[in-house]
């Protein structure tokens, strides 16, 4: 059988180890398991979540609501923009593909930082659209736009605040250097953190309403996988001028979100309680990472998100301690995959930190 010749070059995207995995693989109980891998929330999700949910879990014979009418309501309110400029997706990666689907092919370019969220590379690699990097490890916007001169890609990628780094971007200098661009090019903003960034520093916090209306080459992207604790529910959204969303929407496949994330997603937006005191105490938590990584002489990277890159100097290398790691339970991100001698640990509970320095402590 022929495949996509495309496809060829492309490495399977792997994912945070599932919990299930390290219990059959080590036979470790899934109690003794701590999963800091992914990103997600640590202290769940809203409880009116699961109330609502949970009311309407016996509605699945019927197909959702594909206008998704509340959800979008609900966004629409939250970022003060009309329905017509939001796009859902089954997370923000879906929203991703349905961009890289509807612009490129394989006679574009698409522009992205050295290091950056790896699905843009993989959607990319599906189109056989030709994959540009900058060389510096923060997105350094100089080099962007010098590339982009040179390049003229059909889409640029920012990731703000960046995975798997965690470093943001200073948000009115994206502003100026999106004044710079040409209207043909299409620049993704890739807000998954924003809320972490702008609870931290209001420098790094991107308007999404600004954005769009000031330029119409512009899409930004949410998730509720993140702060809000949705990340089972697979939800995202993409806010843009509704000429950008009325082409996505040629892409998107009916009924792509399901009865209960739509009702989920719609919840959780209104429960911003839930949402600010999660941040502050993965802040709070996030200051036990900088004390132990200073501890122990390992760099941080200043972290504008729910996690913390730790690198390793060559006396180290991350291979071995994530295996290492591993094998007593606790999942954290290696990211020598992204050419880096470093770990990604998402920031958990008060006990799975802990845990997570007790180990890692042993292996140090
Ligand atoms: C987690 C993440 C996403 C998307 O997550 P979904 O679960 O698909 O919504 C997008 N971009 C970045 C940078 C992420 O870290």
Redesign the pocket.
Known sequence: MKFNKNLENIKTYEAGKPIELVVREFGIEPKDIVKLAS?ENPYGCSKNVLDAVSKIVKNMALYPDDSMMKLKDGLAKRFSVAKDNIIIGS????V?EFIIHAIANSNSKILMNSVT?A?YEIYAKHVGAEIIRTTSQEHDLEQFYELYKKEKPEIIFL?TPN?PTGDAIDAAAMQEFISKIDKDTLVVV?G??MEYAAYKDESKSVDAKELIEKFENVIY?G????AYGL?GM?V?YGLANENIIKELYKIRPPFNITTLSLEAASVALEDEAFVDESIRLSFLEMKRYEEFAKQNSIEIIDSYTNFVTLCFDDTRNSTQISDALLRQGMIVRNLSSYGLNAIRVTVGTHEQNSRFFELAQKLL
């Open positions: 990103n997370g923000s990666d879906q991703i969220f699905m990731c995975n890739d998954a953190y992207l998730t509720f996988s993140k990340g697979r995202g």
